[in-house]
């Protein structure tokens, strides 16, 4: 793809959070995709060498902004909103090169073409196969200029999607727990009811749960006008549920604390740290270090 939407508030409000080096190997990251229009690499030392982040605080932020928007598979690391966009490409160039090839069989009254004619002697029945279409190049050229750009200000237009499913119940446990946070983080609903799912499905929390540690939350996250709470999806995708649900008072160390940086930030905050950007470490493994020495420290109750 040589254009792709870019939604100015939608990204701003899902990454205002971010270092300034984290926002900008996000814009990488969503460039290289769209580009490449394929999900990325699973080994990441190879998607460090393809957006520069040649040095170790690079590969740290890096590996923070992965985890956040992107989810590992087994072809590699796989964004939502990129693929839905890449598919959704693709589709208008099908729709166009049917067109195309429609249109030109009118125009011909279904006679074959001349002989010099690129065309194939018989038109591709609707909705048909793939292969090189020899007429597609007047059809691909607005696909990629001026029908990417209608297809821009639809999306900016058209309502969410429901979850899968279309279950109004998703959608109901997602405005309820979006209520929690501040109206400007209360984004995307649509895609917060197919990650609750999910999240319910892996056996992670229960719907019960997430607004339960939202509810929890909601001072926290509402302090100074919510500037510097996160969006709904990336409080769900940082685990941020961990802060209250998976971490009650006088409870045990989870496991899997360590796993994203919601969980090492909370770990942190119950051995007296202060939020990571906050607590002059540069890196965020240092700062999950000095979790992890203050939890072996016997004085510090875990």
């Known amino acids: 793809m040589n254009h792709y939407p870019h939604h100015i508030g939608d990204f701003n409000s899902a990454t205002r959070h971010l270092t300034f080096v984290e926002r900008a190997l996000y814009r990488e990251l969503l460039d290289l995709y769209y580009d490449t229009e394929r999900p990325m690499n699973a080994d990441v030392s190879k998607i460090a060498r393809r957006v520069l982040a040649n040095t170790e605080e690079l590969r740290e932020a890096l590996v923070v902004v992965l985890e956040e928007f992107f989810v590992l598979a087994d072809d590699g690391w796989h964004n939502d909103r990129c693929d839905r966009e890449i598919a959704s490409f693709h589709s208008k160039q099908e729709q166009q090169s049917r067109a195309g090839r ?43 200029d001026r029908t990417t750009n209608q297809n821009q200000n639809q999306n900016h237009i058209s309502p969410p999607n429901p979850p899968a499913g279309g279950a109004v119940g998703g959608l109901a446990v997602a405005t309820a727990l979006s209520s929690h946070f501040p109206g400007h983080r209360r984004t995307r609903i649509a895609e917060v009811a197919d990650l609750i799912a999910a999240i319910a499905a892996e056996g992670l929390a229960t719907a019960e749960q997430l607004l339960q540690a939202a509810e929890q939350q909601a001072a926290e996250l509402g302090k100074d006008g919510g500037k510097h709470a996160p969006n709904v999806l990336t409080w769900l995708r940082r685990k941020g549920w961990l802060d209250s649900a998976a971490l009650p008072a006088g409870g045990g160390v989870p496991s899997d604390w360590s796993d994203s940086r919601s969980g090492i930030e909370a770990m942190g905050k119950r051995v007296g740290l202060p939020e990571w950007e906050q607590s002059g470490y540069r890196l965020l493994s240092e700062y999950e270090a000095e979790v992890r020495r203050r939890l072996a420290t016997p004085q510090v109750p875990a």
């Not at 004619?117 to 196969?129: C, F, H, I, K, Y």
């Open 102 to 144: 429609a249109s030109a069989a009118k125009r011909t009254g279904g006679r074959p073409p001349d002989a010099g004619d690129a065309q194939p002697s018989n038109p591709a029945p609707e909705g048909g196969g793939g292969g090189v279409d020899g007429g597609s190049t007047p059809v691909e050229r607005p696909s990629n």
